[in-house]
Every structure is written in structure tokens, then in C-alpha cells.
């Protein structure tokens, strides 16, 4: 096979569960390494592990992709001359590769039951050394593999690692790194069932798909020397390294789990996540543009990314920054595009004839999507008031007062608009000379039911002159019914 003189790279998930949120920041990596230098890159869907296949996890993580706004050149429907791209499809290939190395004494059939196994590694334990196989069927002589076969034994396929010997691998992030071979065990490479494990496969698609640089997570560094090995045995050329740091949890404490909360890539979009943002945050962990700034297109990405420059420790999933940077992206909206993009996120009892009229009071207070219903809910929801809030900084003889106040001057006023509510409420505030910050908030918790909302002034116009004059009374009423020492 020719060596390829374009690049080509790949991601490799597997249908065991929702594609992680750091997978989906490899897979844009690979993707834009790929495009920078006018090459393929590749999904191709590792699924030899059947007992812990999800249904319709092919699906979900073709779906999951194309969600973020990224495309594949070659994988499942999408014709390739490398093909097919579904590792249960390929099983007669690895077999026969695997077949290839015992034929050339790179590998042997391994008889054991589960159970010796069992016990080998029990007594490694036992004497504190690394759980190991204990190449008990590495010496079989031909004779007596001949036989076992005659009597359809089970067995696995055996990579024969050499004794002793230095396994070196340059790392584009990392530069040269060095195991042992001792520190390699004689790895299953074809299962008893005629599966490969992963190691097998990996390679063996690696190399037939013409895979030039391999980008994945840091996790995998270990299992490299497994795969050297492996491209050494079939004496094939090996592609180029690059191993990816890991996120860690917002706190900074280990790597980024299910423990810690939702990390699925799906799960950001559901919660209100922008695609676009989300891979703008994805380039900026770990690796800075050379003029340092963080707002970056997909397509300046590509431009100028290089694994190389990629920092070798680990980050920190800035929760914080994801959520500034989100809000930027949402400002970005054109507001026909972010309505469109809300609807989903729209409560049932939401009235979406009104959200042109509440949309723009929101939107600079929008951190994700889902913020919409929490950030308008009282404009169409009964809401629950805290006296305590009513009361502050203030007494109840005064708060009784403002109200008292406030209703006789709405009721009587017929242009219910921005100015109008505004010049009402600055003229009473003035008149009494009532300390502003005490009076707008107490007009904002009564009808709000909040201490943070939209513009106040803005906010009345759309509550409407009727919802604004019954939020009132029900704040006098409840300020009434509080115990008589209070008041």
C-alpha cells in the first residue's frame, strides 16, 4: 500500500453510551487538522464491544456530530473507497490479519480457561506484581497447538511481545516518550468469539483507511506501545502520535465525569448550549491563536491550528468562560434566528405571540437558551411574593403608603406606555422624595415577584396595565394579612 500524501485523519466512537463532551473536542481537532491541509477526515464507529452497545447509538452519535455543525468525508453513509467504516463489518479482516501474525510467529493461540486466568492473576496480586499473563501457552509446541485446534479447544490470538525491549514513540504534544516492552503484556488480539479487541482493530483500520495522524485523548498513551508493536509486527509504517489532554471537572478535581454532573455532548444542547459556541470554547482549552484572542470561527480555526501547539497539561472545564462566551454567541443572533432557536426551549404555557414583545427586554441577561423561561416566567405566570422582599429597607407603614400611592396614580392613567409608566413613577418617587433604590425595588418585587428582572419601566409595558394594577393589590393584601405588630 502507497503512503499517503494527504493528510487523513479520524475519530472512532463507540456505541457504548452518549458521545462525552471531551471526545467531541478531539473529533473537532481531527476534523480541522484535516481541512487545514486539504484531507479527509474520517468517523468510523468502533462497535466490537456488543454487550455494552446502547441501540441506536450509531445513530445518536451520527446525529450528535452533525448537531455541532461538523461533517465527515468518509464513514458510515458515505461512500469511501476505504469502507466499510463499522468495525462489525469488517470481522473477516481482522481475523485474517491476526491469522497473519501467528503464521509469521509474531503471535500464538491461547488455550486458557477463564478461570486458570483467573487464578495467574490472583497470584500476581498476591505476590505485588502487575497482573499479567503468564505466557503459559506461548510454548506450545506446533504439535500440540495442532492438536487443540483438532479438538475445536477455544481459544484467543496472543500478540508475542519481546523481552526487554525499548518501544519509542514521538508525540507531536509530548515529544519522544519510552516503555519498556516488560511493561507490555502478550495481548489478546482476536477474542474466543472472533472479535478483535480494540488494540487489533484500532491498527489494523488505522493502517488499511491510510490514517496519518492519530489524535485522541491522553488516556490512551499507555496502549500505544500495544499498538508500535503491533505496526512493527506487520511491519507497517506507523502514523504520527498526538495525545490530547484530558478536561478535568470545573473545580479542577480529576477528570471530567458523570459524577460531576451531564457530559455528554448532547447535553449541552439541551441545556441551551450554542453549537457554535460550544466549538469556540472547545478550541480555546488547551491551545490560543498566536494574537491570543478567544472569539474565533470555525473557519479561522482551521486557518491556524496546529496540534503541535496544543499545551500538554491538562485543563480546567471553565464552566464560567463556556457561559460568557455562550452569551456573546446569542448577542450575535440576528433576533428572527434566536427566536427560532428558542422555540425549543419554550415552556407549553409559554404565549409565543408574545415573545417579540418580551424577547428584546431578555436578551442581553440570555447566558443559554434555557435561561427564557426563567428570565420571562413571571410575565405570564402567577408569581409568589416575599414580604420580607416588600419590606426591605423600609417600614410597612411607608411600603403601604408607596402602593397606596402608586395604584391611584395606575389606575387613573389611560397611556399605558414606557414613557408614561416611567414619568408616573419618577414624579412619585420625587414628590415624596422616596430613596430611589427602596421604591423601584419595591415596585419590582410586586410585581415581578424578583429582584432582578428586565428594565422595570419596560417590563410594566408588556405586564400590562391590568396584570401591573392586580399585582399591586395582591402585594397590598399581603402585607395586610401579615401579623398586626408589624404593621
Not at 35 to 45: A, T
Amino acid at each position: 500500500m502507497t503512503t499517503p500524501t494527504l493528510v487523513r485523519t479520524r475519530m472512532a466512537p463507540s456505541p457504548t453510551g452518549e458521545l462525552h463532551v471531551g471526545s467531541m473536542a478531539i473529533l473537532l481537532k481531527n476534523y480541522a487538522f484535516a481541512k487545514k491541509n486539504g484531507g479527509s477526515f474520517l468517523l468510523r464507529i468502533e462497535d466490537t464491544d456488543k454487550e455494552r452497545e446502547v441501540p441506536g447509538g450509531v445513530q445518536r452519535i451520527q446525529e450528535v456530530i452533525k448537531a455541532y455543525g461538523l461533517e465527515w468525508d468518509e464513514g458510515p453513509d458515505k461512500d469511501g473507497e476505504y469502507g466499510p467504516y463499522i468495525q462489525s463489518q469488517r470481522l473477516d479482516l481482522y481475523k485474517k490479519y491476526a491469522q497473519d501474525l501467528v503464521q509469521s510467529g509474531k503471535a500464538y493461540y491461547c488455550f486458557c480457561s477463564r478461570e486458570r486466568l483467573e487464578e495467574v492473576r490472583e497470584q500476581m496480586k498476591i505476590d505485588h506484581q502487575a497482573p499479567q499473563y503468564d505466557r503459559h501457552c506461548r510454548s506450545l509446541t506446533a504439535g500440540e497447538v495442532s492438536h487443540k485446534l483438532a479438538e475445536s479447544s477455544e481459544y484467543v490470538i496472543r500478540l508475542k511481545v519481546p523481552d526487554n525491549q525499548s518501544i519509542t514513540f514521538n508525540d507531536l504534544i509530548r515529544g519522544e516518550i519510552t516503555f519498556n516492552s516488560s511493561e507490555v503484556d502478550d495481548q489478546v488480539l482476536l477474542k474466543s468469539d472472533g472479535f478483535p479487541t480494540y488494540h487489533l482493530a484500532v491498527v489494523v483500520d488505522d493502517h488499511l483507511m491510510q490514517i496519518t495522524h492519530i489524535m485522541r485523548g491522553e488516556e490512551w498513551i499507555s496502549s500505544t506501545p500495544k499498538h508500535v508493536l503491533l505496526y512493527q509486527a506487520f511491519e507497517w509504517q506507523e502514523p504520527i502520535f498526538a495525545h490530547i489532554p484530558l478536561f478535568l471537572n470545573p473545580d479542577g478535581k480529576g477528570k471530567m465525569s458523570k459524577r460531576k454532573g451531564a457530559v455528554s455532548a448532547q447535553s449541552f444542547l439541551d441545556r441551551g448550549y450554542l453549537p457554535q459556541a460550544l466549538l469556540n470554547f472547545f478550541m480555546i482549552l488547551g491551545w490560543t491563536p498566536q494574537d491570543q484572542r478567544e472569539i474565533l470561527t470555525l473557519d479561522e480555526y482551521i486557518q491556524e491550528f496546529d496540534p503541535k501547539d496544543i499545551s500538554p497539561s491538562s485543563v480546567v472545564f471553565d464552566v464560567q468562560k463556556l457561559d460568557w462566551m455562550n452569551g456573546m454567541y446569542i448577542r450575535q443572533l440576528l433576533e428572527a434566528e434566536l427566536q427560532e432557536k428558542l422555540l425549543p426551549f419554550l415552556p407549553g404555557d409559554f404565549p409565543q405571540d408574545r415573545l417579540s414583545e418580551m424577547l428584546p427586554l431578555v436578551m442581553e441577561r440570555l447566558v443559554t437558551l434555557s435561561d427564557i423561561e426563567q428570565l420571562t416566567d413571571f410575565w405570564y405566570r402567577d408569581i409568589t411574593l416575599d414580604t420580607e422582599l416588600l419590606l426591605k429597607k423600609a417600614t410597612p407603614e411607608l411600603v403601604v403608603e408607596q402602593l397606596q400611592e402608586v395604584l391611584a396614580r395606575f389606575e387613573s392613567l389611560s397611556d399605558w406606555t414606557v414613557a408614561a409608566v416611567e414619568t408616573t413613577l419618577r414624579s412619585i418617587q420625587e414628590v415624596h422624595d422616596y430613596k430611589k433604590n427602596q421604591f423601584f425595588m419595591l415596585i419590582r418585587v410586586a410585581i415581578t415577584g424578583k429582584t432582578a428582572t428586565p428594565p422595570l419601566f419596560e417590563t410594566l409595558e408588556v405586564l400590562g396595565k391590568e396584570k401591573t394594577v392586580a399585582r399591586l393589590k395582591a402585594a397590598q393584601v399581603a402585607l395586610q394579612t401579615m401579623a398586626p405588630k408589624n404593621l
